[in-house]
């Protein structure tokens, strides 16, 4: 699993030690479960001591959810990319496709979100504590994204911001906490995504013209790429004790 590296901060070698720590959690969480991973094994795994991963990361909670954060990564990079690419890309229910999608095709983001929902629920509470300003920063950049969507007329204007944003996260949160839960046949994944992004564009969605999508698009870019550039940031400085 490949990791962010972050050039010009600390010493080429820490970050590449911590890069195996990180590499090393990451295949442990995906073959073996979050309850079930140690610290010690970890240590064992990326050819270091114990001691050397707490230079990098206080608690197991904080490497775990380090690995969690280089596995959004990849998906905000590509949330970026398809805004500037085409404006569709901003609309709801290409998030929620791409989104799902990525919860089946990478692996960490697979064993957290379809596996075991304690360690989602553990993860989540953590996250505020160690990762608060970044967080913070997510739950605001959903905002404005939510907000330009109705600034432009491609969502509805109710019922309220909060709620509207509520209920798109329950749709999704719901069709991924479902699916382990329910017995084959089921759908293929492209087909579950094609699936949740028509219940979002039928929730949400309204006509809107190309120049607003273009315009949504270029704006909403400007504000994930600016928590992209936070999530690499935060990486960072948990490579480079």
């Known amino acids: 699993m490949g990791g962010v590296r972050v050039a010009g901060r600390g010493e080429p070698a820490r970050e590449r030690r911590a890069g195996r720590i990180l590499d090393a959690a990451g295949e442990l969480l995906v073959a073996w479960g979050y309850p079930r991973v140690t610290v010690d094994e970890v240590a064992r795994r990326a050819g270091v001591g114990k001691g050397t991963i707490y230079l990098h990361f206080a608690t197991k909670e904080q490497l775990f959810l380090t690995v969690l954060l280089r596995a959004q990564r990849g998906l905000m990079a590509r949330v970026v990319a398809g805004m500037r690419e085409r404006g569709e890309g901003v609309l709801l229910s290409e998030m929620a496709?791409?989104?799902?999608?990525?919860?089946?095709?990478?692996?960490?983001?697979?064993?957290?979100?379809?596996?075991?929902?304690?360690?989602?629920?553990?993860?989540?509470?953590s996250a505020a504590e160690v990762m608060g300003?970044?967080?913070?920063?997510?739950?605001?950049?959903?905002?404005?994204?939510?907000?330009?969507?109705?600034?432009?007329?491609?969502?509805?204007?109710?019922?309220?911001?909060?709620?509207?944003?509520?209920?798109?996260?329950?749709?999704?949160?719901?069709?991924?906490?479902?699916?382990?839960?329910?017995p084959a046949p089921y759908p293929s994944h492209e087909?579950?995504?094609?699936?949740?992004?028509?219940?979002?564009?039928?929730?949400?969605?309204t006509p809107g013209d190309p120049a607003a999508l273009h315009a949504a698009a270029a704006r909403a870019a400007d504000h994930y790429q600016r928590l992209l550039d936070l999530m690499d940031e935060e990486i960072g400085r948990r490579q480079v004790p």
């Open 133 to 182: 300003g970044l967080v913070e920063e997510r739950d605001r950049v959903v905002e404005a994204h939510f907000r330009l969507l109705r600034d432009h007329g491609l969502i509805r204007g109710e019922p309220g911001l909060e709620a509207q944003i509520h209920a798109y996260s329950a749709i999704l949160t719901g069709f991924l906490a479902l699916e382990p839960l329910k």
């Open 97 to 125: 496709r791409a989104g799902y999608l990525w919860a089946h095709e990478e692996p960490v983001a697979r064993a957290v979100l379809l596996g075991d929902l304690t360690t989602l629920g553990a993860l989540g509470a």
């Open 191 to 205: 087909e579950n995504a094609a699936i949740v992004a028509d219940v979002v564009r039928t929730a949400f969605e």
